[in-house]
């Protein structure tokens, strides 16, 4: 009697296990089933917001920080401005104006420069290009005044970076574009200031 009685009590005890057992699965995946239905919106909205931010900030790129100079403006444009027009790391605008240039020959001091006069075509922060009837060839240094406002000339060093004539009879021209070499950076940015007002008046 008293081994049945124990095998009857392990038995009992066995079935209330099982049904213990089976009541917490049970649970448990009640639980997961609410967890699953809460997490996988919040993913959903987490995803879509997220594609909505780099959506906006591809359309809507960042202002320059307030108190950049137009020179620091100009060049934080760069990495773009070298896509588009590779080798031209500031805004070139078409200008038309006189100028004068000379030939530095011999780069010493005191040298006398000739100058002569060439008609600008465009112009940025860094170079520019223009025609002259006087022969000029590919890496020639160059000593430029530009009077971009009135009673104010900037004298800037520069080189030859292209040339080429448009033919070989008396009223031959010669186009060249010329980079400016150690430009100080108050010239740099007097003639990017000079291009955005000068874009402004034209536009207006």
């Known amino acids: 009697m008293i081994s049945e009685l124990a095998y009857s009590g392990i038995f009992i005890l066995g079935d209330t296990t099982w049904e213990l057992i089976q009541a917490y699965s049970k649970t448990m995946q009640e639980q997961t089933a609410r967890n699953n239905a809460l997490i996988v919106p919040a993913l959903l909205v987490i995803g879509i917001s997220i594609a909505a931010y780099l959506l906006w900030r591809k359309t809507h790129p960042a202002p320059p920080e307030k108190g950049l100079t137009a020179y620091e403006m100009a060049h934080s444009r760069r990495a773009e401005s070298a896509k588009k027009e590779p ?22 001091p005191g040298e006398k420069i000739d100058y002569v006069s060439a008609q600008s075509v465009d112009l940025s922060g860094s170079g520019i290009s223009f025609v002259t009837r006087h022969e000029i060839r590919t890496g020639d240094s160059l000593r430029i005044h530009l009077e971009l406002d009135p009673g104010k000339t900037l004298n800037l060093s520069g080189r030859v970076v292209r040339a080429t004539s448009d033919n070989s009879g008396e009223n031959r021209r010669w186009m060249a574009a010329a980079e400016f070499v150690a430009a100080a950076v108050r010239d740099t940015e007097s003639i990017i200031q000079w291009i955005f007002r000068y874009q402004r008046d034209t536009m207006t």
Do not use: A, E, M, S
């Open 87 to 108: 080798g031209r790391d500031l805004v070139r605008v078409p200008v038309n104006f006189k100028f004068n240039y000379g030939l530095i020959k011999t780069g010493l």
